[in-house]
């Protein structure tokens, strides 16, 4: 038994959830307050002893920092620290060691992530969840910090429900796609990456008057891509949220390229079916006159230093998880929205959209004419 949750969700469906378990399990008022007391006390002090820390999904510039900031914060507070390795993958296998603030110096600066990462499909099913459990019990570890994106805090969020363990998520995604955090960690520096890449494709652009479509990461989210658009003075961008981007695309070609300008780059979000490649082929076919090239960025856009915004980010995320762990919160997600640090419920964050701010479009094709 690690406690109970003390994030409920509000009225989401785990938090429904958890509360009748909590009832089915006689947690109710029925007792005497003293005894009720004397019974609940032991249980919402499980004491915290041990922290594991894991990266899981697409590694993200900046992870290393959270990692760093959740060891040394830990370690700071009492706190013995083991590290997982290869996300879930590693935890499934017991693939541990325990981390001393030495571990983690000298890796604020670098890329990628330390513990290595993994998509993990056994995780997904509830055997693989319970042979994660079954390490967290066998190495002693009391709670469980998980960087990552979207499919790792689901997870996290199904280890904590079914085991009543005590997990806590830091955004780690350069998707930036988590609700509740204005940024991920790792997003910024992908999308100075994905700036600094279009800044090269415009000089060749410009020299040989072609149109360029530059296809970005992002998943099913167009942050990196609209506003690498907007950063980098691109002429459109063609987003999962703006069903009309492809439209644009061809009023742009009709009443914008032709008039005044001789080249242009056009930034594509990632997509199965209507990635670039799509689209450089319709204006292939639709306007034969233009000469056009596609650039599909890839995974360079994942790798690289971490950017101050982002140690900085990851850094307080970090402490703010241990942070919350002290404070007896469990099952949540630490963001930062309007420079504050919040604790997310797991279901809001990985279940609610986060939207793109329709002033961000507004912003592209005012300044893109
Ligand atoms: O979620 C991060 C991300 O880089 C997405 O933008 C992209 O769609 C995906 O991961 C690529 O995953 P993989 O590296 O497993 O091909």
């Known amino acids: 038994m690690h406690g109970l949750p003390t994030n409920t ?122 042979r994660a459990y079954d390490t967290l019990i066998k190495e002693g570890i009391d709670a469980l910090i998980v960087i990552g994106g979207n499919g790792s805090l689901t997870g996290a969020m199904l280890l904590a429900e079914e085991y009543d363990f005590p997990c806590i998520g830091l955004p780690g995604t350069i998707d930036n796609d988590l609700y509740g955090t204005d940024n991920t960690i790792g997003y910024d520096t992908t999308l100075n990456t994905i700036m600094d890449c279009v800044d090269k494709i415009r000089d060749t652009a410009n020299s040989h008057e072609r149109i360029f479509f530059v296809e970005v990461m992002g998943r099913d989210a167009g942050f990196l891509a609209q506003n690498s658009a907007i950063a980098a003075g691109a002429e459109v961008a063609i987003i999962p949220e703006d069903t009309t981007g492809a439209d644009q695309l061809i009023e742009f070609m009709e009443r914008g390229i032709r008039k005044s300008k001789r080249s242009c780059i056009v930034i594509v979000s990632e997509s199965p079916k209507c990635g670039a490649l799509h689209y450089a082929d319709r204006v292939n076919k639709e306007y034969p006159e233009f000469d056009v090239r596609v650039s599909i960025l890839g995974h360079l856009q994942r790798g690289g230093r971490p950017s101050a915004l982002d140690r900085v980010l990851a850094s307080r995320v970090g402490v703010g998880a241990i942070n919350a762990l002290v404070q007896g919160q469990r099952n949540v997600m630490v963001g930062i929205r309007n420079h504050q640090i919040v604790y997310v419920p797991f279901i809001e964050a990985v279940q609610k959209r986060k939207n793109m701010d329709p002033q961000l479009i507004k912003v592209l094709n005012e300044l893109s004419i």
């Open 9 to 130: 969700g509000g009225s989401s469906s785990v938090g429904r959830a958890w509360a009748s378990q909590a009832q089915g399990r006689g947690f109710e008022p029925r007792l005497p307050l003293r005894t009720n007391l004397f019974i609940l006390f032991p249980l919402y002090m499980a004491k915290i002893r041990c922290i594991g820390v894991l990266t899981s999904g697409g590694d993200a510039p900046g992870m290393n920092a959270a990692i760093r900031a959740v060891t040394r914060s830990a370690i700071c507070n009492g706190f013995k620290v083991k590290a997982i390795y290869r996300g879930y993958e590693g935890l499934m296998k017991g693939e541990v060691k325990t981390f001393t603030t030495e571990d983690v110096s000298g890796i604020i600066q670098t890329g990628g992530t330390i513990l290595r990462t993994a998509r993990a499909a056994e995780f997904r099913t509830p055997e693989g969840r319970k």
